[in-house]
């Protein structure tokens, strides 16, 4: 069965690109808004196995997106991506996501791919 991945970024052309490139390897499920994304993680829960988000955002940013999941179901791999680091903003967030990602040195969506299947590896062995 594959996994279920939700997939936050405001960009919406990233959200497109990443969003068909992670589809060959999960059932993606994308939001561009924020609060849409908190709501459909409070509906499905239980179908979430991995949740990417973007950093900065209007409404609710990355880490609190990810602190609302981790509230709901904390074996979730919950992701932080971002091109934005406020070393403070990331210190308060840290125990909201398990690893973040830097935008800026990301060669391509199969570099977040690996990641992803690492921390899956980790979290299911570990």
Known sequence: MRRMLLFVDD???????????FSE????VGFSNSGDAIEYMSEHEDKLDIILSDYKMPNFNGIQVLEK?????TETIR????GYVDIDD????????DVLIDKNTLKDTQEIIKI???????????
């Open 79 to 82: 992701i932080l991506l971002t």
């Open 69 to 73: 999941a981790k509230q709901t179901k």
């Open 25 to 28: 390897h999960y059932d993606v």
């Open 11 to 21: 960009n919406k052309s990233l959200l497109h690109v990443l969003s068909r490139s």
């Open 116 to 126: 992803i299947k690492d921390i899956t590896l980790k979290k299911n062995t570990g």
């Open 90 to 97: 990331i210190r308060v967030g840290k125990p909201a996501y």
